[in-house]
Nanobody, 122 residues
Framework: QVQLVESGGGLVQAGGSLRLSCAASGSTSSRDAMGWFRQAPGKEREFVAGIRWSGSNTYYADSVKGRFTISRDNAKNTVYLQMNSLKPEDTAVYYC???????????????WGQGTQVTVSS
């Protein structure tokens, strides 16, 4: 299993930036895919961005392309999500997830962090 701890959420004005961090521990080698998901009240959890520990390709939801950047630091076992040009519709709880396959569906991931709230005011 992999344990995940997110940090970096908060309240920001529209147009602002935040950087989320996800620190991983445990059997990280068993879960190559790392994803960021978000869930707004009354909505289903949705894919935001993904990356593999073993590769450099990155994947994004259309709604965040050009604004968000996912990256990783293997030495620190940490994945980041840099969020720029934030919009009120980005408001949600953001979750870090680990899985064996990098898919854009939350059910493909079996290790989850506790989530961090991001609120973007207009």
């Amino acid at each position: 299993q992999v344990q995940l701890v997110e940090s970096g959420g908060g309240l920001v004005q529209a147009g602002g930036s935040l950087r989320l961090s996800c620190a991983a521990s445990g059997s990280t080698s068993s879960r190559d895919a790392m994803g960021w998901f978000r869930q707004a009240p009354g909505k289903e959890r949705e894919f935001v961005a993904g990356i593999r520990w073993s590769g450099s390709n990155t994947y994004y939801a259309d709604s965040v392309k050009g604004r968000f950047t996912i990256s990783r630091d293997n030495a620190k076992n940490t994945v980041y999500l840099q969020m720029n040009s934030l919009k009120p519709e980005d408001t949600a709880v953001y979750y870090c997830a680990a899985g064996m396959l990098l898919l854009q569906i939350w059910r493909a991931y079996d290790c989850w962090g506790q989530g961090t709230q991001v609120t973007v005011s207009s």
